[in-house]
């Protein structure tokens, strides 16, 4: 079972902040289109162009993991288990604290695929746990927006947390 990395030490330059956001959002984009396809309903087939996108993703992801990894440390570590609200909330802390440092950088565009997957783990983290799902707050169309919505699915998580304890 992968443990959910904590943020590095020290702090991270400009443009390696820049870097992970961009590889953090494809990466959401790859696990999104793969979850997609694994909850399709069977007598929906899945077409070429939706294989085909989903291979071009984990493709582009792949490179820019290798790319970031070459050129960073520490490295970006991928396959984490957001499945609890003990990893999911500090997970949303992280990331917002990542989007923190670009919010007003026009380089890096809202992370809408990362909301998703986080939208998408606290989904099924509510129905496993038969636990009041997280209302996503709209419009989020911002960075800020996106910040915002991080922080209250980090509290909603640790209030599920509570809850079960």
């Known amino acids: 079972m992968s443990a959910t990395p904590e943020m590095p030490a020290r702090p991270l330059s400009p443009a390696q902040v820049i870097e992970l956001c961009l590889l953090v959002e494809m990466e959401a984009r790859w696990e999104n289109l ?28 792949r490179t820019r993991l290798a790319a970031y990894n070459k050129s960073y440390s520490p490295p970006h570590v991928t396959d984490l288990l957001l499945n609890y609200p003990n990893r999911l909330g500090p997970w949303c802390r992280r990331m917002r604290d990542l989007y923190l440092q670009v919010a007003n950088d026009s380089r890096v565009p809202c992370p809408a695929q990362l909301l998703e997957k986080a939208f998408r783990c606290a989904d099924g983290m509510a129905g496993r746990m ?18 915002t919505a991080l922080e209250a699915l980090a509290q909603w998580c640790e209030n599920v947390a509570r809850i079960a304890a």
């Open 34 to 61: 793969r979850k997609e396809r694994a909850q399709t309903p069977v007598a929906r087939s899945l077409t070429i162009e939706d294989l085909h996108a989903a291979q071009k993703a984990f493709s582009v992801f």
């Open 130 to 147: 038969g636990k009041e799902p997280f209302k996503r707050p709209v419009p989020l169309d911002t960075t800020q927006a996106a910040i």
